[in-house]
């Protein structure tokens, strides 16, 4: 993390005695066939929203969520339908042969439905825990430990998911009073984040002493306010040892929820903070699920952490090109490489990601940043004879002309791809 966010602003007023006797070495946690924390790449996960005792709808959606790049995939498990579901569709997920990590995620009755269906916790990854949601009093410890020991029992990995809309009650009421009684009180937000952060951190402690590896826990504290979360996280940066789950919990829809979330994890990932994140957009009536998958993957290329597929430069197109052709362009050749990326990637092409594309607007900027680029076209300006310019490599490459530019210049795209990174 860089230094001038060394501070522990939440720790001046109230002190649990905590911090101090975290050994701070982070720790890499296996989840399933994916390895995230210390020195591996970000991983990027997402949240199926079918009904998970709809074996068929579930299995059919983590797959589709895993074909787009989500390298964990979590479901809520809610009820005994639920609980009873999971076996079967782990079956057709790996019937499919899909091998990505799957994730329960328990809220109220989790302690009840991982005793009563032992085959539920064996056929899932990971569990995730909401600390605010596991009941009250001694109930609370007992309920959590209930989990934790059987997560242990099965050797099964663990995400301590505290959330700012069900936050521990108890533990925030008693914080609330330690700082009411504070000679330098904060407010009343202040103690709120702080009790986010406390939350995760005595939870996993808990877990830890409950004997849980910290090689098999990964904590978070999701909260919906961009500032809250820079807030929270970095001071989890700070004191957890932990892997960190990072995510703008309740995003929103549409552009309003991608660009929070890249602002939110921008910010965080570029300090070293976050070893998995997930996008949680409302999505539109209709729309995939993907779209969540594709905003995480775009903030980490964005951010130089992760390359997942080859990067097109266009212009934002101006009064000296036919913006209609070159508009559409743009958007065949960006939809084309999203959905042909995981196929090259199945069929063991090595380095694509790696592959800049330009599709510029006229000749203004076009011959400058198709140089630039492996694949460059050059579109032709308002007025000028419906030619495009292509560039490969730097080097002027033949004219491309006619009604059907954009499956001409994708037909060169796939064959570059294949015979400069197939391997073969
Ligand atoms: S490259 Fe041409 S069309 Fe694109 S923004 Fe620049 S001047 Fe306008």
Redesign the pocket.
């Known amino acids: 993390m860089k230094e001038k966010y060394r501070r522990s602003f939440f720790c001046i007023c109230i002190n649990l005695n905590f911090a101090d006797i975290i050994d701070m070495t982070p720790y890499k946690v296996k989840i399933g066939n994916v390895f995230i924390g210390k020195d591996c790449p970000v991983a990027v996960q997402s949240m199926a929203n079918t009904c998970t005792a709809d074996v068929k709808a579930t299995a059919a959606q983590v797959i589709e969520l895993a074909e787009a790049g989500s390298e964990l995939v979590r479901f809520t498990v809610k009820d005994e339908d639920d609980a009873q579901a999971v076996p079967y569709i782990r079956d057709a997920v790996r019937g499919a042969g899909c091998a990505v990590p799957l994730i329960g995620d328990f809220h109220y009755n989790g302690h009840q439905l991982l005793t009563k269906y032992p085959a539920c916790i064996e056929a899932l990854d990971k569990l995730r825990i909401n600390p605010g949601n596991v009941g009250t009093g001694s109930r609370h410890d007992d309920n959590f430990k209930t989990m934790i020991d059987l997560a242990v029992k099965h050797d099964k990995a663990v995400r301590i998911g505290v959330n700012g809309g069900s936050i521990d009650k108890e533990l925030y009421a008693g914080l609330l009073e330690k700082n009411r009684q504070s000679k330098a009180p904060v407010s009343d937000r202040e103690v709120f984040l702080h009790t986010l952060v406390e939350s995760a951190l005595s939870s996993a402690k808990a877990a830890v002493n409950y004997g849980l590896s910290p090689e098999r826990l990964v904590i978070s504290a999701k909260i919906s306010s961009v500032p809250d979360l820079l807030k929270v996280y970095r001071e989890l940066g700070e004191r957890s040892p932990y892997a960190l789950h990072l995510g703008l919990t309740e995003a929103g829809v549409g552009m309003k929820g991608v660009i929070s979330s890249a602002i939110a994890m921008g910010i965080l990932l570029d300090e070293g903070i976050g070893n998995t994140i997930r996008v949680s957009l409302t999505p539109k009536p209709g729309e995939s699920r993907t779209q969540e998958v594709y905003a995480a993957q775009e903030i980490l290329q964005s951010l130089g952490k992760r390359q997942f597929l080859p990067q097109v430069v266009?212009?934002?197109?101006?009064?000296?090109?036919s913006?209609q052709l070159?508009q559409s362009i743009a958007l065949e050749v960006g939809d084309y490489l999203r959905l042909q990326a995981p196929v090259w990637k199945r069929a063991g092409f090595k380095g694509y990601e790696s592959l800049k594309i330009a599709v510029?607007?006229?000749?203004?900027?076009?011959p400058g940043?198709g140089k630039g680029a492996n694949l460059g076209l050059?579109?032709p300006?308002r007025g000028e004879e419906a030619k495009a310019l292509l560039f490969i490599d730097g080097e002027r490459g033949e004219t491309l002309s006619g009604d059907d530019i954009a499956a001409q210049f994708i037909s060169i795209i796939d064959g570059y791809v294949k015979s400069h990174y197939s391997g073969v």
């Not at 266009?314 to 090109?321: L, N």
């Not at 510029?360 to 076009?366: A, Q």
Request: charged share 10%; with cysteine.
């Open positions: 266009s212009c934002p197109g101006c009064g000296r090109t913006s070159f510029m607007g006229c000749i203004v900027n076009g940043e050059s579109l300006g």
